[in-house]
T-cell receptor, first 111, second 111 residues
């Protein structure tokens, strides 16, 4: 089945220790998104790639970076995680401006 | 820019009864309204969507209605079942075609 895959599902890191979350898709969608979702809140868009074009949200901290080496893969890098970065990180894809399809998420815990 | 408001924040209904969740949007140019269901520990999953050229769409026990004049749209779930318990998010597109989520409704199906 075509899908959006996120690894790992759970990630524990230490305060200030860089961490990378990964997302892959078999839908061949040209747009990929990263969202942050904190408890009992709606997903918040961090940035997205439209093909190879990177689009950062104005309020996304510099601590968050992203890479998209090819159509299928996209990475979220958190350079120096703080306690406030503990959250669920969701990857989504879409074919242009159409419906977004979400992965299962990676829950990040910062110790 | 687009603003989406969702009510209620929490809803409890007896199993077998109907549930209704309502959302309003601000941008009259918005033309696409998805609804997502998020179960605990999982990513949001699209359950139904509607475009502005129709007033209602149904898929088995789920229906969405759209009132363009009043700028509101609603999710209706009939004959509710325990597996309907989840958080539901409405969404609408913002000016750059990315989507803005409502704050979510936590639906509890009571036995």
């Amino acid at each position: 089945d075509a899908m959006v895959i996120q690894n790992p599902r759970y990630q524990v890191t230490q305060f200030g220790k860089p961490v990378t979350l990964s997302c892959s898709q078999t839908l061949n969608h040209n747009v990929m998104y990263w969202y942050q979702q904190k408890s009992s809140q709606a997903p918040k868009l961090l940035f997205h790639y439209y093909d190879k074009d990177f689009n950062n949200e104005a309020d996304t901290p510099d601590n968050f970076q992203s890479r998209r080496p090819n159509t299928s893969f996209c990475f979220l890098d958190i350079r120096s995680p703080g306690l406030g970065d503990a959250a669920m990180y969701l990857c989504a894809t879409s074919a242009g401006r159409e419906t977004q399809y979400f992965g299962p998420g990676t829950r990040l815990l910062v110790l | 820019g687009e603003n989406v408001e969702q009510h209620p924040s929490t809803l409890s209904v007896q199993e077998g009864d109907s549930a209704v969740i309502k959302c309003t949007y601000s941008d009259s140019a918005s033309n696409y309204f998805p609804w997502y269901k998020q179960e605990l520990g999982k990513g949001p999953q699209l359950i139904i969507d509607i475009r502005s050229n129709v007033g209602e769409k149904k898929d088995q026990r789920i229906a969405v209605t759209l009132n363009k004049t009043a700028k509101h749209f609603s999710l209706h779930i009939t004959e509710t079942q325990p597996e309907d318990s989840a958080v539901y998010f409405c969404a609408a597109p913002r000016e750059d075609d990315k989507i803005i989520f409502g704050k979510g409704t936590r639906l509890h199906i009571l036995p």
